[in-house]
């Protein structure tokens, strides 16, 4: 198998990086719009990044980030479920 070697660079702005505790996935026939926000503690979420890509990314990047869960937990153990917070 050939490996493809990038040379990828990445600007100070993006290398920061954004907190995101919320996705929000939608799709059209062409395209898959992924919505990463911050919801916040007194309501309502904040989008910090959209990303717009192909159905056939959209597909990669599942199967990518799943090996990468996968191996998270090989490592480090069981990644456990979130638990929906119930209303006082």
């Given at each position: 198998m050939?490996?493809?070697?990038?040379?990828?660079?990445?600007d100070k702005?993006?290398?920061?990086?954004?907190y995101?505790?919320l996705?929000?996935i939608?799709?059209t026939k062409n395209?898959?719009?992924?919505d990463?926000a911050?919801?916040?503690?007194?309501?309502?979420?904040?989008?910090?990044?959209r990303?717009?890509?192909?159905?056939?990314?959209?597909?990669a990047l599942l199967?990518?980030?799943?090996?990468?869960?996968?191996?998270?937990?090989?490592?480090?153990?069981?990644i456990?479920?979130?638990?929906?917070e119930t209303?006082?």
């Open positions: 050939n490996e493809l070697k990038l040379d990828i660079q990445i702005d993006t290398a920061i990086g954004r995101t505790n996705a929000l939608a799709h395209e898959f719009i992924l990463f911050l919801l916040q503690p007194q309501g309502g979420a904040l989008v910090v990044s990303i717009i890509t192909s159905p056939q990314h959209a597909k199967r990518s980030l799943a090996e990468n869960v996968a191996r998270y937990e090989e490592t480090f153990g069981p456990p479920e979130p638990v929906a209303q006082a």
